[in-house]
């Protein structure tokens, strides 16, 4: 079946960086897109972008730009999220969720269909 | 504070109706029909319920619903049962640079 396994808990100390992993299985690895959400305590979802695993072209909103870096690696059907420069409002459950089908014209959001179980990453 | 606003909570007993709303403007929900909903139990991976407004994916009851009008989506859920308790998103595309948004969650109590 369809499915995403992300990477355990981490906790790191301000200021550092965490890489979180997310790898899928039961279909096409370089067919869909793969999202990136993360919801902190007491808040609402917040994206955090894509990353397009057949060209590994990214997407993420500016307000992470330069701290935030989406990679893939096809022979391992995985996809990375590395957030730098932690700072304690980071602290949430960050989520992989697969997106759209990879098409040669431009994205369009129809949501998220599978998602990972979370991973929960302290800044303290 | 979420882009798109849902009220924090809804109640309802079992085998009624109930509808929650996700107001947003004109940069999303208001023009784009890419509206998505997801539950959430706690402890769980979300999932998704309605996308592009109105359409279910596969294995999702037809006792959900949603629908738009203007810059306001809403989820419908007719006949509650005990295990639709959980805490439901709104998501939307919108031309501003955030890409996708997302509401701020309604908790579900079913009486």
């Known amino acids: 079946q369809v499915q995403l396994v992300q990477s355990g808990a981490e906790v790191r100390k301000p200021g550092a960086s965490v890489k979180v992993s997310c790898k899928a299985s039961?279909?096409?690895?370089?067919?869909?897109?793969m999202h990136w959400v993360r919801q902190a305590p007491g808040h609402g979802p917040e994206w955090m972008g894509w990353?397009?695993?057949?060209?590994?072209?990214?997407n993420y909103p500016q307000r992470f730009q330069g701290r935030v870096s989406m990679t893939r690696d096809t022979s391992i059907r995985t996809v990375y999220l590395e957030v730098s420069r932690l700072m304690s409002d980071d602290t949430a459950v960050y989520y992989c969720?697969?997106?759209?089908?990879?098409?040669?014209?431009?994205?369009?959001?129809?949501?998220?269909?599978?998602w990972g179980q979370g991973t929960t990453v302290t800044v303290s | 504070q979420s882009a798109l606003t849902q009220p924090a909570s809804v109640s309802g007993s079992p085998g009624q109706s109930i509808t929650i709303s996700c107001s947003g403007t004109?940069?999303?929900?208001?023009?784009?029909?890419?509206v998505s909903w997801y539950q959430h139990h706690p402890g769980k991976a979300p999932k998704l319920m309605i996308y592009?407004?109105?359409k279910r994916p596969s294995g999702v009851s037809n006792r959900f619903s949603g629908s738009k009008s203007g810059n306001t989506a809403a989820l419908t859920i007719f006949g509650l049962q005990a295990e639709d308790e959980a805490v439901y998103y709104c998501?939307?595309?919108?031309?501003?640079?955030?890409?996708?948004?997302f509401g701020g969650g309604t908790k579900l109590t079913v009486l």
């Open positions: 969720a697969r997106g759209t089908v990879v098409t040669s014209g431009a994205y369009i959001y129809h949501g998220l269909d599978v």
């Open positions: 004109s940069s999303d929900i208001g023009t784009y029909n890419y």
């Open positions: 998501s939307s595309y919108t031309s501003r640079s955030t890409y996708v948004v």
């Open positions: 990353i397009n695993p057949n060209s590994g072209g990214t």
């Open positions: 039961g279909y096409s690895f370089t067919g869909y897109y």
């Open positions: 592009d407004v109105t």
